[in-house]
């Protein structure tokens, strides 16, 4: 795998970054997130019938992140942002209040980045981010994560996302989220 110079950093080298058919493999991925995230086999269920819903959007893109034998130990897809998507449709009131509503227009949002517990801290999320982000058309990148400082808030905040809205609350979920923001395309180190 080779980046350019401004590129990201390469993955591990027993682990390869680089296009997924998420359909293909949607279960391989729902496993490691429901590793990283801790779902239940109800929420995996929920989520297998949203992912392959998104991937049938105009512009939707997958990276995945495989190790020599073909394990899949990390993911992540996103698509263009439109207003009349659910995601939208919840945070624009926060984003509206706190005048970032604009940020849901030319937009490319990260619908999902998972990646497996014993494979994180090796660069492998930010390199399916930005990969992902590189080849998007639009200008700048949402997405939303759970509202506490994790490893993966910390990492949104390295490339360049700032908070846009919190606490956002989605319908049946644990805990508050906030909704972050960044320039495409998102800062190397």
């Known amino acids: 795998m080779s980046y350019p110079a401004a590129g990201p950093p390469p993955a591990p080298r027993d682990v390869t970054v680089g296009p997924l058919d998420l359909a293909a493999r ?16 109800d929420e995996i269920g929920v989520r297998r019938h949203i992912v392959l819903r998104h991937l049938a959007t105009p512009g ?20 263009p942002n439109h207003r009349s998507y659910w995601w939208s449709t919840i945070v624009a009131p926060y984003l509206r209040s706190e005048g970032h509503e604009d ?16 494979h994180q801290k090796h660069g492998i999320g930010r390199a399916l981010i930005t990969m992902l982000t590189d080849a998007a ?12 400082e994790t490893p993966a808030r910390g990492l949104y ?3 360049g996302y700032r908070d846009l809205a919190r606490p956002v609350h ?3 979920a644990r805990s508050p989220y906030v909704v972050m923001g960044a320039h495409l395309p998102l800062r190397r180190r």
């Open 26 to 41: 949607v279960d391989d991925a729902l496993a490691v997130q429901a590793l990283a995230f801790g779902l239940t086999d």
């Open 60 to 79: 939707a893109r997958a990276l995945g992140a495989t190790t020599e034998t073909g394990r899949l130990v990390g993911f992540v897809y996103g698509l």
């Open 103 to 118: 940020w849901l227009d030319d937009s490319f949002v990260i619908t999902e980045l998972h990646v497996h517990p014993a």
């Open 137 to 148: 058309v639009q200008p700048r990148s949402i997405l939303s994560a759970i509202d506490a």
């Open 157 to 159: 905040r390295d490339l």
């Open 170 to 172: 989605f319908p049946s």
